[in-house]
C-alpha cells in the first residue's frame, strides 16, 4: 500500500496533550474495521502508527496524544496541511453481540469508538463503556459517549484516578466491582496502558470471558516484514497478526505488560 498525501479536514481537541485529526481519505475510509490502524507519515519528522478513531464516507480520523517528536509534529498540525497515511493495516476487533464491556485507558478509548459506534448501531447489545483516565483533562471522547448514554444506546461510567470525573480509582477496579455485583459480559473489548490490559487479561481469565486487547508496539514497516513490533515468546507480529489480539493468544504472552523494545531491538521495562 503507498503512502497517500491526505489533506487534514478537521482539528479537535481532546484534553490536554490530545487532539483527533480528521483527514481525507475516501480509500482507506472504505477498507477500514474497527480496531485497525494507519501508518502516519509526517514530512521531514517520522512516519508512526496511529489507531483510527473514526471511520466515515470519505474520510478517517485519529487521536494524538504528543508523546514525543512525531506526535508533537502531528499535535501541531492544522486544517488544510497534508501528511501521508497508508493503510489499513493489521487486524481490527471481531465483532460480537450480546452483553459487552468497553475499557479504554487514556488515549485508549480512541480506537474503541468506531467499534463502540458499530455495536451501537446494530442494536440490540447490553454495551458498557469504562472510559478509565488519570484525570478528566486526559480523558478523551466523554462528550460523545456522554451523548451515546443519554440515547439509551450505551451504559457509560467515566473513571478517573484523581476523581475528578466518575468513579475515583482505576478502571480495572471499577470492572472488578461490576463482575462482583453480578455483570457478566460475554465480550470485553480493552485498549489502553499495557499494565490496564495485562490486569484485564487476569481478571477475564479468572472469570472465563472472553477479552480482545487493542496492543501497541513500536512499528516501522507495519506490514510484517521487519520484525520491530513481535512479542515474546511467540513471536507474533503485532502490525500483522495484531493490532487486536484474543485472550487465547494473550494468555501466552509474556511479555506483555513487563517489557517492550525500543527502535533498536532493545527491552524497555513498562
Ligand atoms: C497499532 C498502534 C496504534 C496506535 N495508536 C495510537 C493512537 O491512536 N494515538 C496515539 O497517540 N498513539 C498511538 N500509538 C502510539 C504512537 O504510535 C507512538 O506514541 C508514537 O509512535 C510515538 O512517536 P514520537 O516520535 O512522538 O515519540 P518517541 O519519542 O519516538 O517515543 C515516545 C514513546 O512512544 C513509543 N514509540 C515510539 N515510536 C513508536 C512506534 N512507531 N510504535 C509504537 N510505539 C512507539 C516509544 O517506545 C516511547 O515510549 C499507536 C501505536 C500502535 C503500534
Same mark, same amino acid.
Given at each position: 500500500m503507498k503512502t497517500m498525501p491526505s489533506r487534514i479536514i478537521a482539528v479537535r481537541d481532546e484534553g490536554k496533550d490530545r487532539k483527533t485529526i480528521t483527514v481525507h481519505n475516501k480509500e482507506i475510509a472504505e477498507k477500514a474495521h474497527p480496531g485497525q490502524f494507519i501508518m502516519v507519515w509526517i514530512p521531514g519528522v517520522d512516519e508512526i502508527p496511529m489507531g483510527i478513531s473514526h471511520i466515515g464516507r470519505e474520510e478517517i480520523s485519529f487521536t494524538v496524544h504528543r508523546v514525543g517528536e512525531a506526535t508533537n509534529a502531528l499535535y501541531n498540525k492544522r486544517v488544510n496541511e497534508y501528511i501521508g497515511v497508508r493503510g489499513p493495516y493489521?487486524?481490527?476487533f471481531k465483532e460480537v453481540d450480546g452483553n459487552i464491556i468497553v475499557i479504554g485507558g487514556g488515549t485508549g478509548t480512541a480506537p474503541l469508538m468506531p467499534l463502540i459506534r458499530r455495536l451501537c448501531e446494530r442494536g440490540g447489545n447490553n454495551v458498557t463503556v469504562i472510559n478509565g483516565a488519570k484525570s478528566i483533562d486526559e480523558m478523551v471522547f466523554k462528550g460523545e459517549l456522554n451523548e451515546l448514554a443519554k440515547l439509551g444506546k450505551i451504559k457509560y461510567i467515566p473513571? !478517573?484516578?484523581?476523581?475528578? +470525573?466518575? =468513579?475515583?480509582? +482505576?478502571? !480495572? !477496579?471499577?470492572? @472488578?466491582? +461490576?463482575?462482583? $455485583?453480578? @455483570?457478566?459480559?460475554? $465480550? %470485553? =473489548?480493552?485498549?489502553?496502558? @499495557? *499494565?490496564? %490490559?495485562?490486569? *484485564? *487479561? $487476569? %481478571?477475564?481469565l479468572e472469570r472465563g470471558i472472553h477479552v480482545q486487547a487493542l496492543v501497541e508496539r513500536y512499528m516501522k514497516c507495519a506490514i510484517g516484514i521487519c520484525g520491530s513490533c513481535t512479542m515474546d515468546p511467540l513471536g507474533i507480529r503485532v502490525c500483522v497478526e495484531g493490532p487486536v489480539i484474543p485472550i487465547e493468544i494473550l494468555a501466552k504472552i509474556t511479555e506483555l505488560g513487563v517489557y517492550k523494545r525500543d527502535s533498536s531491538g532493545r527491552k524497555i521495562k513498562i
Open positions: 493489521g487486524r481490527g473513571a !478517573t484516578e484523581d476523581g475528578s +470525573l466518575g =468513579y475515583k480509582g +482505576l478502571a !480495572t !477496579t471499577l470492572l @472488578e466491582n +461490576l463482575l462482583r $455485583e453480578g @455483570e457478566m459480559p460475554n $465480550e %470485553i =473489548y480493552v485498549c489502553g496502558p @499495557e *499494565v490496564m %490490559i495485562k490486569r *484485564v *487479561v $487476569e %481478571i477475564a
